[in-house]
Structure formats: structure tokens, C-alpha cells
């Protein structure tokens, strides 16, 4: 998933500002960092978006 994609899915589903924030300060569990954190990393955006997504109870139509 290219990173443009991710930050438009990011975006629409939790708003640009709690977007923002959930990927910069909220740890999440199974990859041990922040999303910002895992894909400065080299972690597939596309993993992060699931990892939130299950974190926040996302519909699994919208993963």
C-alpha cells in the first residue's frame, strides 16, 4: 500500500486530526511502536491500517 493511500484511509475513517494522532502517539500491541513509528520502520502501511483498524473495531469492509 503506497503511503498516500494509507493516510486517505487513515483520514476518512478516524478524521484528519485523530488520524494524525492515533498513528503518532498510540502504541500499537502486536507491532510494538507507533504506526508513525512502524513504517518509518520499513513495516507495510497496509499492516499498520489492519493492526488499526483491529485496534479500533473498524468494520473488516473497510480494512
Known amino acids: 500500500m503506497r503511503l498516500t ?3 486517505e484511509l487513515l483520514h ?5 486530526a485523530r488520524g494524525d494522532v492515533l498513528l503518532s502517539d498510540h ?3 502486536s507491532l510494538g511502536r ?3 513509528q512502524a513504517i518509518e ?3 507495510d502501511p497496509r499492516d499498520v491500517w ?3 483498524c483491529a485496534e ?3 468494520p473488516k469492509s473497510r480494512w
Do not use: H, K, N
Open 50 to 52: 489492519r493492526e488499526l
Open 12 to 16: 476518512s475513517e478516524f478524521g484528519t
Open 41 to 43: 520502520a520499513g513495516v
Open 56 to 58: 479500533f473495531d473498524v
Open 5 to 7: 493511500e494509507f493516510q
Open 34 to 36: 507507533t504506526g508513525a
Open 27 to 29: 502504541v500499537l500491541p
